[in-house]
């Protein structure tokens, strides 16, 4: 079945750092790609997403490509600030036999200190 | 417009109780899924409804229930509480049925004692 591999966390940075938060998945088909992302206390907000190979999503000076070869979807911010705080979430849906529904990773907590 | 609503927020139980969790869709979307998340971890799909027909169902026992109205809004059923249902359940709406962006609502965090 369809699975989400993201790297371990938690991931402290200094602001201004450059970010990476590494997915990779493992799919049965052409998968869409997504991260989102997760604020203390509440729901899961979209951030970006990619529907096919070498499409890169970005949003909010976060970016991801989607590369089918290696089968990754990394998250990637130039300049993070501390608001960028939170748990993000790499996850797929499509593919065979799963179908629309989303299939997440374990999520990876940033903290990005002033 | 509205995002995706859910009611109530929060919710204690005990054992053994049953409960129901409900969600508003976005206006004009058809689909709705429902997700647990148990803390520290990314949610899991629990079910898929889409024009009032169950499309998908995850790895839940049938203690889990759920249903959509004519209006596409849903009820998530839980009977007979374990300790371990103790999670932020998440509702997510779509247009249809296909591979779409999905997009979620607050969540209903329960506790179960």
């Known amino acids: 079945g369809n699975s989400v591999t993201q790297m371990e966390g938690p991931v402290t940075l200094s602001e201004e750092a450059f970010l990476t938060i590494n997915c990779t998945y493992t799919?049965?088909?052409?998968?869409?790609l997504f991260w989102y992302v997760q604020y203390p206390g509440e729901g899961l907000q979209l951030l970006l997403k990619?529907?096919?190979?070498?499409d890169k999503g970005s949003n909010k000076g976060f970016e991801a490509t989607y590369r089918k070869e290696t089968t990754s979807f990394h998250l990637e911010k130039g300049s993070v600030q501390v608001s960028d705080s939170a748990v993000y979430f790499c996850?797929?849906?499509?593919?065979?036999?799963?179908?629309?529904?989303?299939?997440f990773g374990e999520g990876t907590q940033l903290t990005v200190n002033p | 417009d509205a995002g995706v609503t859910q009611s109530p927020t929060h919710l204690i139980k005990t054992r053994g109780q049953h409960v129901t969790l409900r969600c508003s869709p976005i206006?004009?979307?058809?689909?709705v899924s429902w997700y647990q998340q148990v803390l520290g971890q990314g949610p899991q799909f629990i079910f898929q409804?889409?024009?009032?027909?169950?499309?998908g169902r995850g790895n839940f026992p049938d203690r889990f229930s759920a249903r959509q109205f004519p209006n596409y809004s849903s009820e998530l059923n839980v009977n007979a509480l374990l300790l371990g249902d103790s999670a932020l359940y998440l509702c997510?709406?779509?247009?249809?049925?296909?591979?779409?962006?999905?997009?979620f609502g607050p969540g209903t965090r329960l506790l179960v004692l």
């Open positions: 996850a797929l849906s499509g593919g065979s036999p799963s179908g629309s529904r989303l299939t």
């Open positions: 990619a529907t096919k190979a070498d």
């Open positions: 997510a709406s779509k247009p249809g049925q296909i591979q779409e962006t999905q997009y």
């Open positions: 206006s004009g979307h058809k689909s």
């Open positions: 409804y889409y024009e009032k027909e169950e499309r």
């Open positions: 799919a049965t088909g052409y998968p869409s």
